[in-house]
């Protein structure tokens, strides 16, 4: 058991769609991520939330919009996305974001997008 | 981006032998990791390294922390069939204002023959 829970598991949205990515982590981390993983490429991180305040934007574009309520929650927002947006979103929790703290992934969302 | 070169790219190995991969980068790294990751799944965090020269064992996997602090290795002992999956080595190190940034290798991939 990892600690960090990610719904819905799949889901399949057209362009013009919104829906939300939801994780969870059960862990009392204060750190939160969310990472794309697309085929034969390397995890890329999208954005950071330390102590609920988001500290990094690495340049993802305007139509992912994270969320974090709290500590424990983490929400990826999706509204007019690309096919090429279709890839495997993995939400990860640490104890801090600090170069001496492992990160600890959810399952993913399988997201395809038509 | 910086990744790691993880090594080997794939195996194909007989039940009971003993496995081993490595990763190796220019840069210095706070902590290693290692990670294993089943088809449709996140990754899971197998073993963590903190500091250089460590030799973590859990259950038949090993690991050690290179002493330049700039590669690791990962040994599985009597392979069965569950250790089917990819395998990615992962390093923290410091950024900007006591931030982790976590890079990836770009996996070993492992089938075990029954």
């Known amino acids: 058991e990892t600690g960090v829970t990610q719904t819905p598991r799949h889901l399949v949205m057209g362009m013009t769609n919104k829906k939300s990515l939801k994780c969870e982590q059960h862990?009392?981390?204060?750190?939160m991520y969310w990472y794309k993983q697309s085929a034969k490429k390397p995890l890329e991180l999208m954005f950071v939330?330390?102590?609920?305040?988001?500290?990094e934007n690495n340049s993802v574009p305007s139509r992912f919009s994270p969320e974090c309520p709290n500590s424990s929650h983490l929400f990826l927002h999706l509204h007019t996305l690309q096919p090429e947006d279709s890839a495997l979103y993995l939400c990860?929790?640490?104890?801090?974001?600090?170069?001496?703290?492992?990160?600890?992934f959810g399952p993913g969302t399988r997201l395809t997008v038509t | 981006g910086q990744q790691l070169n993880q090594s080997p790219q794939s195996m194909f190995i007989q039940e009971g032998e003993d496995v081993s991969m490595n990763c190796t980068s220019s840069?210095?790294?706070?902590?290693w990791l290692w990670y294993k990751q089943d088809p449709g799944e996140g990754p899971v965090l197998l073993i963590a390294?903190?500091?250089?020269?460590e030799l973590t064992s859990n259950g038949r996997l090993t690991a050690q922390f290179g002493i330049t602090r700039k590669d690791s290795f990962l040994n599985i002992s009597a392979s069965i069939p569950s250790d089917v999956g990819i395998y990615f080595c992962?390093?923290?190190?410091?950024?900007?204002?006591?931030?982790?940034?976590?890079?990836f290798g770009q996996g070993t991939t492992l089938q075990v023959k029954p």
């Open positions: 939330y330390n102590f609920k305040e988001q500290t």
């Open positions: 840069s210095i790294f706070n902590t």
């Open positions: 990860a929790s640490s104890q801090e974001w600090g170069a001496y703290y492992e990160q600890y």
């Open positions: 862990l009392g981390h204060n750190a």
């Open positions: 992962a390093g923290l190190r410091q950024g900007s204002g006591n931030t982790g940034k976590l890079i």
């Open positions: 390294l903190y500091k250089a020269g």
